[in-house]
């Protein structure tokens, strides 16, 4: 077991390393040069030379790089261009609001996906199955950017029953005040027994949320679907019934079980749109997270910021992995060694 | 053997105290372009300790038999006729009164111990689960049982057998653990559907072995499909060989054995193989399977019958054969016309002495 989670956080590494680099190497590829975006519109070819070796860009890209590698070991992730302060206090700042956003979509993607999915699989072609069927293309067709929109276009336009975009109203943050501790707001609030923070970081928190889960619960249903119906057509499921266990019982204990290996490696996956999603969406909603930030870094060519973001968000997918990897273990006695 | 686990027979209601009574079985799967008529009409009767054979090349409908005995069919299947367990009607019960009379009735083993057991719960989770299901006990008491019925299928130390998951046994003591399974739940009638058909010789042995004391001690029918005509021969009671959806000939084993009369029977028996070769061994007889969906007119088996005249293509009676090597040829009989006997009067008249055998 030691071994094999050595093994994985090795492999974990190396993948963050690879990403790294792919992402030094279009950083310093791509036209558009962070040094236009510091100096404004005509700057001097003097000017241009001091900013450049300001940035280390005068040096060979190798030597970049492992500067680059060297302080990132360190701990320091540079300084974003655009605000001038440490890309790591950037990047913790907002990745509180990315992860309520992510974990929280997440949770519901697997509460509602999962039991659709084991309906669909034990009454194929009911309603249920129709609708999660008919359900799942139009989540794949629909745009993230598009839906957003239209959710806001509905509830705050339409109807104004929530909030346009932000993670709180504004007033909370002079009438009611609380400190921001795991920088889950919904947490926050709630140990600082603050109320209308907590009701108003919810109503902020329903349309993300929501545009989330639409694009992702088709994926999770259907796969559950279909891995539940191969796992009910095993013979050791026939045993269950040909012995008089209800049938509940086998759906939910037997079948679900077996089901929830493959269903692992879905949540695992699963993750790794929310995170694609939570970009668009972030941006969409101005929710002030990583993946609004890494929009904004692009977009101005603000290098070091792109790259320590792409690097925490994929150490955070590749964890998310690994702890599956590690449930596969609870999960399946096959696995484990005497 | 003395039998440690304590049986309180599953009441066996109706005439004849018979445990299993099938009466013109039919199943069919209708498809988009044909129908596959897997069963076609079965009369078939077990009395209280009873051990049957249901022999038959593959595909001629033993499987789908055997689960039409606990409703286990497929929703695609169409079910006519009568099936009773313990006198309780099997076709058209809701799942919820079926799944208390799988297991408490009938309980069922299957072809594939290494596949019959969930992987992912541990023996005794699963022989738990099963037991409260059937039986009114406290924890403890489900736990005492469990291992008592690995005993009763001499399973080396019960207590360890408990905690292994299924990956951590050998075929054979996974079969020694899904009998136990099933006599936890203190069936009346077994259904073997090939149990030995996928272990290795010496352990088949084993298992029939066993099954033979659990028929006795135990009060036990057993409804065992097999391949094998040698394993028939030396466990089972009676025998009915079945060929395309239908049983073609039927008695107990002594006189069948002594007087196999239809030709199928003789032809199955011709290429009965030694204990454990298992099932190869009837792939020997010339000629294919009828496709199920459209079998051959009148007897089914005419187009690889050396004898078929053009009488066989009139469907055949149900004959009783009468030898003289045996007084008690009433319950021997077989549907071929070329099989001199005595007719009966009727279908009733063969029924009921039938039943009277059975009796
Ligand atoms: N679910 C099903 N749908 C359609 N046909 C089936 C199904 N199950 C079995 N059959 C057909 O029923 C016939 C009898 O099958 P089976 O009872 O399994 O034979 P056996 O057990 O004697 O080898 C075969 O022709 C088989 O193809
Ligand atoms: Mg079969």
């Known amino acids: 077991m030691a071994k094999y989670i050595a093994q994985r956080l090795m492999m974990m590494l190396l993948i963050l390393f690879g990403v790294l680099t792919i992402t030094f190497v279009l950083s310093r590829l791509l036209p558009g040069s962070p040094v236009e975006m510091m100096l404004g519109h005509h700057p001097t070819q003097e000017q241009i030379e001091e900013a450049r070796a300001e940035l280390g860009l005068d040096l060979p890209l190798p030597l970049q790089f492992t500067r680059y590698i060297s302080d990132l070991v360190q701990g320091d992730l540079g300084k974003s261009l655009r605000t001038g302060r440490p890309v790591l206090e950037e990047v913790t700042k907002r990745i509180g609001a990315t992860f309520e956003l992510t974990f929280i979509a997440m949770f519901w993607v697997v509460v509602l996906g999962v039991p659709i999915g084991v309906v669909s699989a034990v009454r194929q072609n009911s309603a249920v199955d129709n609708v999660a069927r008919a359900g799942s293309i139009a989540g794949v067709a629909f745009p993230v950017f598009m839906l957003a929109m239209a959710l806001q276009f509905i509830f705050y336009g339409q109807l104004n029953w929530l909030p346009l975009q932000g993670r709180l109203d504004a007033e909370i943050l002079l009438d009611h005040p609380f400190e921001r501790i795991t920088g889950f707001y919904l947490i926050d609030t709630l140990l600082a027994g603050n109320i209308e923070a907590l009701w108003s970081a919810l109503r902020h928190l329903t349309l993300p949320v929501l545009t989330l889960v639409i694009v992702t619960l088709a994926t999770v249903t259907r796969i559950t679907r279909n891995m539940m119906i191969e796992v009910l057509s095993e013979e050791y499921i026939r045993t269950s019934f040909a012995y008089g266990v209800p049938k509940v019982r086998i759906y939910f204990q037997y079948a679900l079980k077996a089901t929830l290996i493959p269903l692992l490696t879905v949540v695992g996956l699963t993750f790794g749109y929310l995170l694609g999603g939570a970009v668009v969406v972030e941006f969409v909603f101005d929710w002030p997270g990583l993946g609004g930030f890494v929009v904004f870094s692009i977009a101005q060519n603000d290098f070091p910021a792109v790259m320590g973001a792409t690097l925490v968000l994929a150490g955070t997918y590749l964890t998310i992995n690994l702890i599956v990897d590690l449930l596969y273990y609870v999960v399946d006695p096959r696995l484990r060694v005497q | ?359």
């Open chain 2, 1 to 359: 053997m003395s039998s440690p686990v304590t049986t309180k027979p599953f009441e066996t209601t109706g005439p004849g105290k018979q445990v299993l009574e099938i009466t013109d079985l039919k199943v069919s799967f209708p498809g988009l372009f044909k129908t596959v008529q897997a069963v076609r009409s079965i009369d078939l009767n077990i009395g209280v300790g009873e051990i049957h054979g249901l022999v038959g090349e593959s595909g001629s409908g033993k499987s789908i038999t055997a689960m039409s005995c606990l409703g286990l069919l497929p929703d695609s299947a169409v079910v006519e006729g009568s099936v009773k367990v313990t006198g309780h009607e099997i076709n058209g019960t809701p799942e919820k009164q079926l799944a208390r009379l799988r297991g408490g009735g009938a309980a069922m083993i299957f072809q594939n111990p290494m596949k019959a057991l969930n992987p992912f719960f541990s023996v005794g989770q699963q022989m738990f689960d099963v037991i409260r299901c059937h039986r009114d006990l406290s924890k403890n008491e489900i736990r005492a049982e469990a291992e008592k019925a690995l005993q009763a299928v001499q399973l080396p130390d019960p207590h360890l057998a408990l905690k292994k998951y299924p990956h951590q046994m050998s075929g054979g003591q996974l079969q020694r653990v899904v009998i136990a399974m099933a006599l936890a739940c203190r069936p009346r009638l077994l259904i073997a559907d090939e149990p030995t058909t996928a272990l290795d010789v010496t352990v088949q042995a084993q298992i029939i072995t066993l099954l033979r004391a659990l028929a006795r001690d135990h009060d036990l029918a057993i409804l065992f499909i097999t391949h094998d005509l040698g394993v028939v021969a030396s466990l089972c009671d009676r025998v009915s060989v079945m060929y395309a959806g239908e049983v073609v000939e039927s008695g107990s084993v002594g006189d069948l054995f002594a007087n196999p009369s239809h030709p199928y029977t003789r032809k199955l028996m011709s290429t009965v193989p030694k204990l454990g070769l298992g099932e190869q061994s009837l792939d020997f007889i010339p000629g294919q399977v009828p496709d199920m969906s459209s079998p051959p007119a009148g007897c089914a088996f005419n187009p690889r019958c050396d004898m078929a005249t053009d009488a066989c293509l009139q469907p055949a009676n149900k004959v009783l054969v009468v030898s003289k090597d045996t007084d008690v040829s009433g319950k021997h009989w077989a549907a071929c016309h070329h099989v001199t006997g005595k007719k009966p009067s009727s279908e009733t008249a063969l029924s009921e002495t039938l039943e009277e055998h059975n009796a």
